[in-house]
């Protein structure tokens, strides 16, 4: 009867323990962001990105992940998003982008992932957004090459020199 009080005394100390240990997606996770990082990528977990008609409706927010391929211009260029997700037509009021980019993310798109949702432009850099689903450390160094095809393809990281 000692041994199983013992047993039990020292399982209830070891369990706060284990609930601090990370589990193994969340070990996942930081081994690709630290990959991410190393592509030169920053990474951010936010809202992903809504189509009008799902604002119009107030779904509920789904939460994803940006990465940033950051972008130095002198003078900025026009911000634009393009979805990688079939939205209809009319569905949303989002700012195209050029034909020239258009075609460039069409080459390179098969890099992406299956859960990328949208590609967007902003002073700051292009981001893209997706939800980290099946992801490792090959499907980051693919986003990275898709997203410096896309700048150093489109001029995104020249304006003004």
């Given at each position: 009867m000692?041994?199983?009080?013992?047993?039990?005394?020292?399982?209830?100390?070891?369990?706060?323990?284990?609930?601090?240990l990370?589990?193994?997606?969340?070990?996942?996770q930081?081994a690709?962001?630290?990959?991410?990082?190393?592509?030169?990528?920053?990474?951010?977990?936010?809202?992903?990105?809504?189509?009008?008609?799902?604002?119009?409706?107030?779904?509920?927010?789904?939460?994803?992940?940006?990465?940033?391929?950051?972008?130095?211009?002198?003078?900025?260029l026009p911000?634009?998003?393009?979805?990688?997700?079939?939205?209809?037509?009319?569905?949303?009021?989002?700012?195209?982008?050029?034909?020239?980019?258009?075609?460039?993310?069409?080459?390179?798109?098969?890099?992406?992932?299956?859960?990328?949702?949208?590609?967007?432009?902003?002073?700051?850099?292009?981001?893209?957004?997706?939800?980290?689903?099946?992801?490792?450390?090959?499907?980051?160094?693919?986003?990275?090459?898709?997203?410096?095809?896309?700048?150093?393809?489109?001029?995104?990281?020249?304006?003004?020199?």
């Amino acid at each position: 009867m000692a041994w199983l009080i013992g047993f039990a005394v020292i399982g209830f100390m070891l369990a706060p323990i284990m609930w601090i240990l990370p589990s193994r997606r969340q070990s996942q996770q930081v081994a690709v962001r630290a990959a991410a990082r190393a592509h030169g990528l920053s990474v951010k977990v936010v809202a992903m990105p809504k189509s009008r008609r799902e604002r119009v409706r107030r779904e509920e927010d789904v939460f994803g992940v940006c990465y940033t391929r950051a972008v130095h211009n002198k003078k900025p260029l026009p911000s634009w998003k393009y979805w990688l997700l079939d939205i209809p037509e009319g569905e949303d009021d989002v700012q195209p982008c050029s034909s020239q980019i258009a075609s460039i993310i069409t080459e390179v798109r098969s890099l992406l992932p299956a859960d990328a949702t949208m590609l967007e432009f902003t002073p700051i850099g292009l981001h893209v957004y997706w939800r980290e689903c099946q992801a490792d450390e090959q499907v980051v160094a693919n986003i990275a090459s898709c997203l410096n095809t896309i700048v150093e393809k489109g001029r995104l990281d020249s304006a003004g020199k």
